[in-house]
Nanobody, 124 residues
């Protein structure tokens, strides 16, 4: 059974940083692409960042590019999202997601399993 558990959310000031982690279990972690999504109140879930199975290829939403960094540790079965220069617009619940394949990770349809989410709140 696939399980994805996010951690690291919380409160931050604008301009600050947070680091999210996602612990994966129940499947061969290194065989699948991974991603991060977020959902703000009253808005649809949106793609934030994706990474291929090996961790070499990444993609970011324009709104976070240059501020967020996605990475993975295939030895520890863990996905990370380093978030710097946070703004109040980054406030949302952040979700870890598993890809269907090893190399597709750019849209909602590319993912088949989701964590429960972790809240990130950024104050001005």
């Amino acid at each position: 059974q696939v399980e994805l558990v996010e951690s690291g959310g919380g409160q931050a000031q604008a301009g600050g940083s947070l680091r999210l982690s996602c612990a994966a279990s129940g499947y061969i972690f290194r065989s699948k692409a991974m991603g991060w999504f977020r959902q703000a109140p009253g808005k649809e879930r949106e793609f934030v960042a994706g990474i291929n199975w090996y961790g070499v290829t990444t993609v970011y939403a324009p709104s976070v590019k240059g501020r967020f960094t996605i990475s993975r540790d295939n030895n520890e079965n863990t996905l990370h999202l380093q978030m710097d220069f946070l703004t109040p617009e980054d406030t949302a619940v952040y979700y870890c997601a598993r890809g269907y394949t090893s190399n597709r990770f750019e849209s909602y349809a590319d993912f088949d399993s989701w964590g429960q989410g972790t809240q990130v709140t950024v104050s001005s």
